[in-house]
């Protein structure tokens, strides 16, 4: 018995996730992938590839406040307990720290997120 469903080539996870990470589109890697800080693009501007099923939704958020929270609160821990600054110090460091690596993390993170969708032809990423 043979199968009629065409075969579909597997996409590179690690170079589309690299794309993503430089917020370029996963497939040419050239086309920026954001519209604004977080809007995804409906399509490549260099490619023209069809970015509109992606559905990033909550997760990028969730993996920046995962990241951020697993790199600051032991670094809270060690600077508190290593040099004990006043608390308004330690609050203002930490908060503007956060906030910053926050902004920073969370448009790769989509990027990522959407790339690893298109690598793995999920949502409609299937060229169907």
Known sequence: MTDTT???EDRP????LFKGWRRKCPNC????MLKGY???RDSCPVCRE?????RADDGPAYLTILIVGHLMAPLL???FV???????????????????????????????VVAFQWARRMNGFDDS
Request: proline share 11%.
């Open 6 to 8: 065409a075969m579909v």
């Open 82 to 112: 290593a040099w004990r600054p006043e608390p308004l110090i330690l609050f203002t460091i930490f908060s503007v720290g956060c906030v910053a690596l926050s902004l920073y993390l969370l448009p790769r993170l989509k990027g990522v």
């Open 29 to 32: 890697g050239n086309g920026p």
């Open 77 to 79: 821990h060690i600077v």
């Open 50 to 54: 069809d970015l509109t099923p992606q």
């Open 38 to 40: 977080l809007k995804v």
């Open 13 to 16: 996870l690690r170079p589309a």
